[in-house]
T-cell receptor, first 111, second 108 residues
Framework: EADIYQTPRYLVIGTGKKITLECSQTMGHDKMYWYQQDPGMELHLIHYSYGVNSTEKGDLSSESTVSRIRTEHFPLTLESARPSHTSQYLC??????????FGSGTRLTVV | AQRVTQPEKLLSVFKGAPVELKCNYSYSGSPELFWYVQYSRQRLQLLLRHISRESIKGFTADLNKGETSFHLKKPFAQEEDSAMYYCALSGNTDKLIFGTGTRLQVFP
């Protein structure tokens, strides 16, 4: 089924660990986005990509990095997790016809 | 600066009552406005967009450029409307700018 998938849904990890949040879509969309959302706050764009080998930083400064080696895959990496990275991370892909499709999100807790 | 403001964090109504979730925006050009909804334990999904001029699940929203508003309305709220609602703006790119969201609680 054409959709966008994020794994894991929940992650609790210790300070200093390297983590990768996975995001994959099977819709063939070129444009993909990562948003960060703290509880009770708005979603902030942290990274986006308009296609393979294209990545840009969003409006909110983030210590995370992303890659886009394949159209369907847009992982986000934190080299050294800190408690300040605790948040929800939402991935989305965009089509002209249907607009944004969001994944279920990854709720990250760094202890 | 581009900004979306949702002044109410929580809106509580009884079933059958009218609902209006407020959204004001700041944008110098011609924006595209959206309402997204997130039901409990579900993902964020598009409810409606102003260019469609549709009524989805009984909800409507009219873009008022003079007041820079895009309020979401429903004449008779239902319990299943309880959810988190986000207003969002898109300018001359695909990037969405979100408001802080309003939680709608509909009591029986």
């Amino acid at each position: 089924e054409a959709d966008i998938y994020q794994t894991p849904r929940y992650l609790v990890i210790g300070t200093g660990k390297k983590i990768t949040l996975e995001c994959s879509q099977t819709m063939g969309h070129d444009k993909m986005y990562w948003y960060q959302q703290d509880p009770g706050m708005e979603l902030h764009l942290i990274h986006y990509s308009y296609g393979v080998n294209s990545t840009e930083k969003g409006d909110l400064s983030s210590e995370s990095t992303v890659s886009r080696i394949r159209t369907e895959h847009f992982p986000l990496t934190l080299e050294s997790a800190r408690p300040s990275h605790t948040s929800q991370y939402l991935c989305a892909s965009v089509s002209v016809s249907y607009g944004y499709t969001f994944g279920s999100g990854t709720r990250l807790t760094v202890v | 600066a581009q900004r979306v403001t949702q002044p109410e964090k929580l809106l509580s109504v009884f079933k059958g009552a009218p609902v209006e979730l407020k959204c004001n925006y700041s944008y110098s050009g011609s924006p595209e406005l959206f309402w997204y909804v997130q039901y409990s334990r579900q993902r964020l999904q598009l409810l409606l967009r102003h260019i469609s001029r549709e009524s989805i699940k009984g909800f409507t929203a009219d873009l008022n450029k003079g007041e820079t508003s895009f309020h979401l309305k429903k004449p008779f709220a239902q319990e299943e409307d309880s959810a988190m609602y986000y207003c969002a703006l898109s300018g001359n790119t695909d990037k969405l700018i979100f408001g802080t969201g309003t939680r709608l609680q509909v009591f029986p």
